[in-house]
């Protein structure tokens, strides 16, 4: 191949990358401009705020579609998240990057394993681990076991958060993304669950269960 081919082809190579990150650029910028604008009332925030104390980890499990508003809210707090490998999950990783998280790179249906054993080791080191268990392509508000698996092996506390907008648009996605308009009110609400599994497939066994008390814990978050 010529100079000139390999020049050209470098260039194809990099229009992906330099896509993502001018997506990624122009996507923390508008969500930074329009988060700011945003009312967030926290609801039973003890939740999570008694296991930091007492230094336990947290695993936080919500819907695919409610990630923005909360992405914002739990900003520079160290903590990671699960983030699909593909292309979309890249732009995705890169905004939470600028926020202060760290990625974990898998989901439930590419990679799992590891992805899962990623997850359990920033557990077992002290940190917490954000999973959205329908995410990433669906189906919607279906949970995936991987958030309670990574809990009872790691012995981390499982919260559930629910988030509801006043005002918003939904997107036309299998998530039905939530994006809180500008002055919106944002109610979060926390519950710990209660997962007493003694190994993983008992965890995952509770997964349906927890599934229908994250989707009543949202329903709240939008009475409330």
Do not use: C
Not at 104 to 130: C, H
């Amino acid at each position: 191949m010529s100079e000139d081919a390999n020049a050209g082809a470098a260039t194809v190579n990099r229009k992906p990358g330099a896509k993502r990150r001018a997506w990624a650029i122009g996507g923390t910028l508008a969500l930074r401009a329009l988060a700011g604008t945003w009312r967030i009332r926290e609801v039973n925030g003890d939740a999570y705020r008694v296991p930091r104390a007492a230094k336990r980890p947290v695993v936080f499990a919500f819907w695919h579609g409610g990630m923005l508003p909360l992405l914002w809210k739990h900003r520079d707090e160290g903590a990671s998240v699960l983030i699909s490998e593909h292309g979309d999950g890249e732009i995705i990783a890169r905004v939470a990057a600028s926020l202060g998280y760290r990625a974990v790179r898998g989901s439930t249906s590419r990679n799992a394993q590891r992805a899962l054993l990623g997850a359990i080791r920033v557990l077992d080191a002290g940190g917490d681990m954000a999973f959205t268990p329908d995410g990433p392509r669906g189906p919607f508000e279906e949970f995936a076991p991987g958030a309670a698996i990574a809990a009872q092996r790691s012995g981390a506390a499982l919260v559930l958060v629910g988030v509801a907008a006043s005002r918003g648009w939904r997107l036309r996605s299998w998530d039905r993304f939530l994006i809180p308009k500008p002055f919106a009110r944002v109610v979060v609400t926390y519950a710990m669950a209660s997962l007493d599994a003694q190994d993983s497939r008992g965890a995952a066994a509770e997964a349906p269960r927890l599934g229908r008390e994250l989707s009543a814990l949202s329903a709240r978050s939008s009475d409330g």
